[in-house]
């Protein structure tokens, strides 16, 4: 009886229960500031485990499948066999049998001091091809678009998995503590949809943010809930401030839930943001050269102008990892055409100047040194013709490109066979590629991991190794 009446005549129990708690509140509030209690920001910048050739990546998502034999990897023998059969084992339906050969329907030139070929379907990359490395020896799993798409954005078919960005910003963090480490621009609700961006089990504070969708223009994309138009700034910081002394009693409350640490911190992260995102986001900012390096203000290279310029607006703001989406929501993606490839130059007409005219910025501004920028498309397309003049899926061998961030520049990596068909030589699975970009972040792949029902998962679950070749 006497410990009962010890334990409700406490100090700290009045004044929890005194006025509903507000004395407790202020108490609490002053005794954290005063001993520096605050809880672990899961988005601080980390260590590496090693030392870093890059400090961020921009993944340009070619959604489809361009075609290797149309852009990276020219092949003589299918101008030679053209309209003839062959013999090919036709991944779709899993047996050998004649398809037609089918020639590629743009020609090749050599650019650059490195002389590579690239087709002219996209003349502007072409005159930045010293400054990237081709890997055309690529593989990968899947051989429809939405199992290959979440092999490529998360390393797994099956499994509800974290992607490329949210293992990235879990291991490393964000640079810049009033913008998320991981945004994803203009994704495709469509083959995949937000699991490819997904933090699954890793923390709540490592999910990609979004900023626009597939399908609406650019001059419209943002970040949902930004602003606030109904009450003053000074108004907000004063809400902002009482808002947090309650979640510090919540989380002392729940003997730092990690869930609860989460919430919290993306509720600050997003008052950070309103004052930060808004600038960073407003291209109108930028000269008029710029903008026209990217395409912007012209047809049809405005809309993913706009997508690469930000991407290089938040890379320079610290942003982990930008992953920039060439994308729809519909049912066949843009670069994936069964039954008209000429189809293909649209889409390198509106998507070529822009990529060309990120690297030439990053380069220019000496960003290029330290961001890896990723371009490809989750597999590629035949050597042979589907219905007349369309290409079906390749996941056995296809192209991507990755330039700075300490790779090797002007050179290609892998080869496919005499028909474009299938990777023979310094064969690049895709759990290889993810285990070297997070190599060039200064992460090993096999120790950056996650506990969760009582297993440790990695990017890379139990594969990988690092394409040291193309290291420079």
């Not at 986001?281 to 102008?305: H, V």
């Amino acid at each position: 009886m006497n410990e009962m009446n010890n334990i409700n005549s406490s100090r700290r129990n009045a004044m929890k229960s005194a006025a509903c708690g507000f004395g407790y509140l202020a108490f609490a509030g002053l005794a954290g500031r005063q001993a520096g209690a605050t809880p672990a920001n899961p988005l601080t910048a980390k260590r590496p485990m090693f030392a870093p050739k890059a400090k961020r990546v921009i993944f340009i998502f070619m959604q489809g499948g361009v075609s290797q034999v149309d852009s990276y990897d020219p092949k003589p023998q299918l101008d030679k066999y053209d309209g003839q059969k062959v013999e090919f084992f036709n991944a779709r339906i899993r047996q050998r049998r004649e398809e037609p050969v089918m020639k590629s329907l743009w020609g090749f030139k050599k650019h650059g001091q490195s002389g590579r070929q690239v087709s002219e379907l996209f003349p502007h990359m072409a005159k930045h091809v010293d400054d990237y490395c081709v890997i055309r020896g690529m593989h990968t799993e899947g051989v429809a678009h939405g199992p290959a798409t979440l092999f490529l954005h998360t390393g797994a078919t099956n499994l509800i998995r974290p992607s490329v960005g949210s293992w990235v910003n879990y291991g490393l963090g964000s640079e810049n503590e009033n913008l998320p480490g991981f945004i994803t621009i203009h994704p495709s609700a469509a083959k995949g949809g937000p699991r490819n961006y997904s933090n699954a089990f890793l923390p709540a504070a490592h999910q990609g943010t979004t900023i626009g969708r597939a399908g609406l223009p650019m001059t419209e994309a943002g970040i949902k809930h930004l602003s606030n138009d109904f009450s003053s700034g000074s108004a907000q910081r004063k809400q902002f401030q009482f808002l947090q002394s309650l979640n510090r009693v919540q989380a002392e409350n729940h003997g730092g839930d990690p869930n609860v640490e989460a919430a919290i911190s993306s509720y600050e992260l997003a008052y950070r943001m309103q004052s930060a995102a808004p600038e960073v986001m407003n291209l109108e900012s930028e000269n008029a050269k710029t903008l026209e390096m990217y395409g912007i203000g012209e047809q049809p290279t405005d809309n993913f102008g706009r997508q690469c310029l930000m991407a290089r607006r938040f890379a320079e703001q610290g942003v982990r990892y930008i992953q920039v989406s060439y994308s729809d929501n519909g049912a066949n993606p843009p670069w994936d055409q069964h039954s008209n490839m000429p189809k293909h130059k649209e889409h390198a007409l509106a998507s070529d100047k822009p990529v060309a005219g990120l690297l030439q910025d990053l380069k220019q501004r000496g960003l290029l040194e330290d961001t890896l920028v990723w371009w490809g498309g989750e597999f590629g397309r035949t050597p042979f013709s589907q219905g007349n003049n369309g290409r079906d899926h390749n996941p056995r061998g296809f192209s991507v490109w990755l330039a700075g961030g300490g790779i090797k520049p002007g050179i290609v990596h892998g080869e496919t066979d005499e028909w474009g068909y299938e990777a023979v030589q310094g064969k690049v699975h895709m759990h290889d590629l993810h285990a070297t970009i997070l190599h060039q972040l200064g992460m090993d792949h096999e120790k950056l991991t996650y506990r969760f029902a009582g297993r440790d998962f990695r990017l890379t679950d139990v594969y990988g190794h690092v394409v040291k070749d193309i290291i420079a």
